[in-house]
């Protein structure tokens, strides 16, 4: 299975020009089964929110155009039984390139089988499940403070790693979050992802946000540059983990160039390339509320508003307000999603991406 996937080709021109919106993040759920101190988002945790419905979140898709990047985020996102419903709309409505779905892998029996029918009736995309590994064995429980979830994330990886088998469209990967605690443990952590079956990728996410404990923040970047050049060196090896989508080399080489900006950005504590939030990517939260990015907390307005017209908040004077005010303050992160974009559609970065790029070539 798995087809004629959508193809990235037709979002060239934004290289260009930054009109339109070509990633697009959704927060469908606060809700989460796992208790992690260093999660960014906790804080929403503790708000009853009322989650936008299936019924809005279908208007709000049809009044948007098509996607290259659709990401799920939350909270756990599949903790939403009505998940694969919410990503079949924005499939009709949308044709993203590729849909990415991160989990805890906390709950397998309700993982596979939403992960199964988005498969199925997602023929086009190229979906992207990242599940989350901080540490091996009782050590992940601790760090996410959820007894048993190493067990049952290992349970997930098998169901993904059996689908895999049948689904040409699914790609499937761990996320590493470093932080204090862990990033003693990079080598074993890297060591064992790279024995998992069917693993295309391993990405280690530096701790970001305003985390329950800000202890978690105390980290030595040195260790996490030696981590990253871990994963380069493997990427470059006889064996490289990689995506098989089309141009999966290409976003493996805009990875190598990411990992070494996110390095340099947390020690300079400055931005060090232009950042395209607010233009071609935007969130949303469970209730309606866009923003430029998960970081800033500044509101474009909401979907409910504005009768559900995406557009109507994105393109407003509010908005325009808000870019400016991120390109006036020269705000910086570290978050790995709006480096791709930052990356990618910026032509000034691609002798960067280029020399990687041949590197890998010459290494396969």
């Not at 910086?332 to 974009?341: A, D, G, I, P, S």
Request: hydrophobic share 35%; proline share 4%.
């Amino acid at each position: 299975m798995g087809g004629n996937l959508y193809s990235s080709l037709k979002y060239i021109p934004s290289i260009f020009y930054k009109r339109d919106l070509l990633q697009f993040t959704y927060f469908v759920t606060s809700r989460c089964n796992a208790r992690c101190p260093f999660c960014f988002y906790w804080q929403n945790r503790h708000t009853k929110r009322e989650e936008l419905t299936l019924e809005e979140i279908e208007k709000v898709s049809a009044s948007m155009g098509d996607l290259l990047w659709l990401l799920m985020s939350g909270g756990e996102i599949f903790v939403r039984k009505d998940l694969p419903e919410i990503v079949e709309t924005f499939y009709r409505n949308n044709h993203p390139v590729i849909i990415t779905l991160p989990t805890n892998g906390v709950a397998p029996n309700l993982i596979l089988p939403a992960v199964e029918r988005i498969l199925t009736n997602c023929p086009e995309s190229s979906v992207v499940v990242k599940v989350s590994l901080d540490g091996l064995g009782e050590e992940h429980d601790r760090m996410r403070n959820t007894p048993g979830n190493y067990e049952k994330a290992m349970e997930t990886w098998e169901g993904l790693h059996q689908l895999r088998q049948r689904f040409e469209n699914l790609q499937i990967g761990i996320n590493t979050v470093f932080c204090r605690d862990n990033q003693d443990r990079m080598d074993e952590i890297i060591d064992f992802v790279n024995t998992l079956p069917s693993c295309e990728t391993h990405t280690i996410s530096l701790i970001r946000g305003d985390p329950a404990s800000n202890g978690h923040k105390e980290i030595d970047l040195e260790k996490y540059k030696r981590a990253v050049g871990r994963l380069e060196q493997d990427l470059k090896g006889d064996k490289p983990k990689m995506y098989h989508f089309t141009l999966a080399r290409l976003k493996t080489a805009q990875d190598l160039v990411q990992r070494n900006l996110i390095y340099e950005t947390a020690r300079q504590s400055r931005r060090l390339l232009p950042c395209f939030a607010g233009r071609i990517a935007a969130v949303m939260g469970e209730e309606g509320d866009i923003y430029p990015c998960e970081i800033l907390e500044d509101s474009m307005g909401n979907v409910r508003d504005a009768g559900y017209d995406f557009n109507k908040v994105f393109f407003s004077e509010k908005a325009d307000r808000i870019r400016a005010k991120i390109n006036r303050s020269q705000c910086y992160c570290t978050h790995e999603c709006y480096f791709v974009t930052n990356i990618l559609f910026n032509p000034r970065m691609y002798g960067k991406v280029g020399k990687q790029y041949l590197e890998l070539t010459a290494g396969s």
